[in-house]
């Protein structure tokens, strides 16, 4: 015990990995970070296996260090996150308020297309949401400080590197952060069940939807203050769908509506 203790105190800080490491592991999520261009300390590779090859000289372009190391090395650095050869030891990202969420969409020209993540646990789920709210072109991401995984990252490699391109919000309480929504004219729409198909749901205005965490949905109170309840209807045995899987679906159906008929 006396040595684990020893060997972790000895450890030099950017190896611990913890929220606040900024270690980034996997090919694609190393990759989008270089495109990104946040500031990075140094890469870790072991071997130069395919697209490595070509992220190592990206690094070397920019004067970036660039480590080489074997393969337990970085199966220590990555906890246990697939590392695919190469992790990247970045700045933590910077949480955006709600208000900068707003001002991306203006900023756009567009209409406010924004997830509510209330009491997501799950880094997985978090990390696809995120990557799904990138693809449809959303305009940010807001999370709980807490009972909701942070920006790990094991939610950095399910992001697929789109965590780099999408602003998140840190929010103390997610039904004060409804109201807020309201009040700058975006119409709140909880993902739960009983509501009206989602097919039917007119998303063509400022929209923020709203998904729930894995086991309970969205909290009771967090619905109360929500405009609308929309659904995705089940037509077989198992009576929900995941809630990254059900994200998509009605971020993409959003997106579709709100550009259609700009």
């Not at 480590?67 to 337990?72: H, K, L, R, T």
């Not at 997610?174 to 998303?203: H, Q, R, S």
């Amino acid at each position: 015990m006396e040595n684990s203790k020893k060997d972790s105190s000895n450890r030099k800080d950017g190896e611990r990995l913890t929220e606040e490491t900024g270690i980034i592991a996997g090919r694609n999520a190393v990759r989008e970070l270089l495109k990104s261009g946040r500031g990075i300390d140094k890469i870790v590779v072991s071997g130069r296996e395919g697209s490595v090859n070509a992220l190592v000289a990206e690094a070397r372009e920019r004067k970036i260090p660039v480590v080489n190391a074997d393969s337990a090395k970085l199966d220590y650095l990555a906890h246990g996150t697939v590392h695919q050869g190469i992790i990247a030891y970045a700045a933590q990202k910077e949480y955006s308020t709600v208000k900068e969420i707003i001002a991306i969409a203006r900023e756009r020209g567009e209409k406010p297309l924004i997830v509510v993540c209330d009491e997501i646990e799950d880094p997985h789920n978090l990390g696809a949401i995120i990557r799904c709210a990138e693809c449809a072109g959303a305009h940010g991401v807001i999370i709980p400080k807490r009972r909701s995984a942070g920006l790990t990252p094991t939610v950095v490699k399910a992001s697929a590197g789109a965590i780099w391109h999408m602003a998140i919000a840190r929010v103390s309480n997610v039904a004060e952060t409804i109201e807020e929504l309201k009040e700058n004219g975006i119409w709140t729409f909880a993902a739960e069940a009983g509501g009206t198909p989602y097919y039917e749901t007119d998303f063509n205005t400022p929209a923020a939807i709203v998904l729930g965490s894995e086991g309970f949905g969205v909290s009771r109170l967090v619905r109360e203050r929500c405009d609308f309840t929309v659904s995705i209807p089940m037509y077989g045995q198992v009576n929900s769908l995941n809630v990254s899987t059900a994200g998509s679906v009605l971020l993409c159906h959003a997106a579709r509506m709100q550009r259609e008929t700009k």
